[in-house]
Antibody
Framework: QLQLRESGPGLVRPSETLSLTCSVFGDPTDSSSYYWAWIRQPPGKGLEWIGSVYFTGSTSYNPSLKSRVTISLDTSKNQFSLNLNSVTAADTAVYYC???????????????????WGQGVLVTVSS | DIHMTQSPSTLSASVGDRVTITCRASQSINTWLAWYQQKPGKAPKLLIYKASSLQTGVPSRFSGSGSGTEFTLTINSLQPDDFATYYCQQCYSSVTFGQGTKVEIK
């Protein structure tokens, strides 16, 4: 059974960089069938996709966060990571990592739906 | 950006009821739509993908329909375990979620 587990600091200072790692158990991250994704949810609010990474290293990001986000994949460790820089209080959220099904959407390779999720980790941005 | 709008935002229902949630896209997304269920303090769970395909292990009382810009999630004979918040999600262009529909006990 596939399991994903987020790890990283629960508190980040404003203007600094939020860094999280997702460890994947039970499935290789170098599969061509999946993307690996980060999604967040501010307390009491809805879901926001941050971005996804493919085993080739190809990435796709939410346009509203693209200037601040880097997602990378380390297939040797079966992990992928999120870096979000210049954080503010608005970045306070539960951060989830997830597996996304690879799809061809209108002739383009794309991340599609998210079938396995980690339990989530709360990251608070505060001084 | 494609904007997803769910209605209603909150729905009060009783065990055994048939429940329908609507999701509208700001432009056509073909059938690139998924539905998720989320309970408090838990990660979302995939219910439906490609608008109408039931994810493995999801009870058959859940069904999805629609294409283009209008989609529905139907729960036939609502069970106690179904009281939760439901989200739609498009992946036709980037990825965006609806704002959520909370199904609460009447």
């Amino acid at each position: 059974q596939l399991q994903l587990r987020e790890s990283g600091p629960g508190l980040v200072r404003p203007s600094e960089t939020l860094s999280l790692t997702c460890s994947v158990f039970g499935d290789p991250t170098d599969s061509s069938s999946y993307y690996w994704a980060w999604i967040r949810q501010p307390p009491g609010k809805g879901l926001e996709w941050i971005g996804s990474v493919y085993f080739t290293g190809s990435t796709s990001y939410n346009p509203s966060l693209k200037s601040r986000v880097t997602i990378s994949l380390d297939t040797s460790k079966n992990q992928f990571s999120l870096n979000l820089n210049s954080v503010t209080a608005a970045d306070t959220a539960v951060y989830y990592c997830a597996r996304s099904i690879f799809g061809i959407v209108e002739t383009k390779e794309s991340t599609t739906d998210f079938d396995y999720w980690g339990q989530g980790v709360l990251v608070t941005v505060s001084s | 950006d494609i904007h997803m709008t769910q209605s209603p935002s909150t729905l009060s229902a009783s065990v055994g009821d048939r429940v329908t949630i609507t999701c509208r896209a700001s432009q056509s997304i073909n059938t690139w739509l998924a539905w998720y269920q989320q309970k408090p303090g838990k990660a979302p769970k995939l219910l439906i993908y490609k608008a109408s395909s039931l994810q493995t292990g999801v009870p058959s009382r859940f069904s999805g329909s629609g294409s283009g810009t209008e989609f529905t999630l139907t729960i036939n004979s609502l069970q106690p375990d179904d009281f939760a918040t439901y989200y739609c999600q498009q992946c036709y262009s980037s990825v965006t979620f609806g704002q959520g529909t909370k199904v609460e006990i009447k």
